[in-house]
């Protein structure tokens, strides 16, 4: 097993400056997924409090290709276990000393144990080089996975998610997370509803409240999936939602506001061009995908990252 690279500039700053801070608001520890071609960092139940987290990068996003490989028995793909926390330092330390090289390896260390016995453990280590600096850290991780481990972590990574239909919240995006906050108030959880007509609907009812919103006219993919006059704007908003709900043009589930709120924050930290909401086939679960501008082409998307969130449906 064999895993050594340089960093670019570009994937580095992606690391500490977005997305490492975006997974570490679902939890302290990530998988971290690498092969050829790819690098995943991943959140499972296992991670977070049930939200599905993936993050994906072309490897040479991350990696100068010239430099990068990554060896082993299982298809030359590597997984093991890491503190966010951790990574995100080592790559901010290596950012404010002006680091003009990361390298990273894996590498085995020998440490004390409990009883003060040797012990071989699998590390993370990174060499920050610069003009007048040369800084080696090495972040413990878990033993790497092994092969059926590996096995389950791709089949996790590549689970169904796609919708059938997906809103674009960027144009409404301020006000659904203040609506998120405001329900947030009133009770854990609500009813979300996507309509294909371009409308997303938020609501809370108790015993003593009811309290929802409507988000109208965001732009709904796949195009094919929209449907003019999905909603009658001369009717109450309730009644929209509910013929909407009843003729197969809105598909309702309940979700904890606390999942939705955060995942909904991330925007802030990524600055996606698209944050797509849909609901699965039959209700299983809520997509939030982002989808990010190439920044070398305008008015291109970027194939070679994309940000993901799963989040599990409640009974209403």
Same mark, same amino acid.
């Given at each position: 097993?064999?895993?050594?690279?340089?960093?670019?500039?570009?994937?580095?700053?992606?690391?500490?400056?977005?997305?490492?801070?975006?997974?570490?608001?679902?939890?302290?520890?990530?998988?971290?997924?690498?092969?050829? *071609?790819?690098?995943?960092?991943?959140?499972?139940?296992?991670?977070?409090?049930?939200?599905?987290?993936?993050?994906?990068?072309? @490897?040479?996003?991350?990696?100068?290709?010239?430099?990068?490989?990554?060896?082993?028995?299982?298809?030359?793909?590597?997984?093991? &276990?890491?503190?966010?926390?951790?990574?995100?330092?080592?790559?901010?330390?290596? @950012?404010?000393?002006?680091?003009?090289?990361?390298?990273?390896?894996?590498?085995?260390?020998?440490?004390?144990?409990?009883?003060?016995?040797?012990?071989?453990? $699998?590390?993370?280590?990174?060499?920050?080089?610069? @003009?007048?600096?040369?800084?080696?850290? *090495?972040?413990?991780?878990?033993? $790497?996975?092994?092969?059926?481990?590996?096995?389950?972590?791709?089949?996790?990574?590549?689970?169904?998610?796609?919708? $059938?239909?997906?809103?674009?919240?960027? $144009?409404?995006?301020?006000?659904?997370?203040?609506?998120?906050?405001?329900?947030?108030?009133?009770? *854990?959880? @609500? !009813?979300?509803?996507?309509?294909?007509?371009?409308?997303?609907?938020?609501?809370?009812?108790?015993?003593?409240?009811?309290?929802?919103?409507?988000? +109208?006219?965001?732009?709904?993919?796949?195009?094919?999936?929209?449907?003019?006059?999905?909603?009658?704007?001369?009717?109450?908003?309730?009644?929209?939602? &509910? !013929?909407?709900?009843?003729?197969?043009?809105?598909?309702?589930?309940?979700?904890?506001?606390?999942?939705?709120?955060?995942?909904?924050?991330?925007?802030?930290?990524?600055?996606?061009?698209?944050?797509?909401?849909?609901?699965?086939?039959?209700?299983?679960?809520?997509?939030?995908?982002?989808?990010? +501008?190439?920044?070398?082409?305008?008015?291109?998307?970027?194939?070679?990252?994309?940000?993901?969130?799963?989040?599990?449906?409640?009974?209403?």
């Amino acid at each position: 097993m064999k895993l050594k690279a340089t960093l670019t500039e570009h994937g580095s700053r992606l690391l500490w400056k977005n997305f490492l801070p975006t997974i570490e608001k679902f939890g302290k520890t990530c998988q971290v997924l690498l092969g050829p *071609d790819e690098v995943h960092f991943i959140q499972t139940s296992l991670n977070t409090d049930g939200v599905h987290v993936t993050a994906r990068f072309a @490897a040479e996003t991350l990696f100068d290709t010239a430099t990068y490989r990554c060896q082993s028995k299982h298809f030359n793909l590597i997984a093991f &276990q890491a503190e966010v926390g951790l990574l995100l330092r080592v790559l901010k330390g290596a @950012a404010a000393t002006n680091a003009h090289v990361v390298d990273v390896k894996l590498t085995m260390r020998q440490v004390t144990g409990p009883a003060g016995e040797p012990q071989s453990k $699998p590390f993370l280590s990174f060499i920050a080089s610069g @003009a007048s600096t040369n800084v080696v850290q *090495d972040v413990p991780i878990s033993r $790497p996975f092994s092969a059926a481990e590996l096995t389950a972590l791709v089949a996790a990574k590549d689970m169904g998610s796609f919708c $059938p239909a997906y809103l674009d919240l960027v $144009p409404g995006l301020a006000a659904a997370q203040a609506i998120v906050d405001r329900l947030k108030a009133v009770d *854990d959880c @609500a !009813m979300l509803a996507v309509c294909r007509g371009g409308d997303a609907h938020l609501l809370v009812q108790t015993t003593s409240v009811a309290l929802g919103a409507q988000i +109208r006219e965001l732009p709904v993919y796949p195009q094919t999936a929209y449907v003019a006059g999905a909603c009658d704007r001369s009717k109450p908003v309730s009644e929209q939602l &509910q !013929m909407a709900l009843e003729n197969g043009t809105a598909v309702s589930v309940h979700v904890l506001l606390k999942q939705l709120a955060r995942v909904l924050s991330t925007s802030q930290l990524t600055e996606p061009a698209q944050v797509l909401l849909g609901i699965g086939e039959g209700g299983g679960h809520v997509h939030v995908l982002h989808v990010f +501008r190439d920044p070398h082409k305008d008015d291109v998307y970027d194939d070679n990252i994309t940000l993901a969130f799963k989040l599990p449906v409640r009974d209403g």
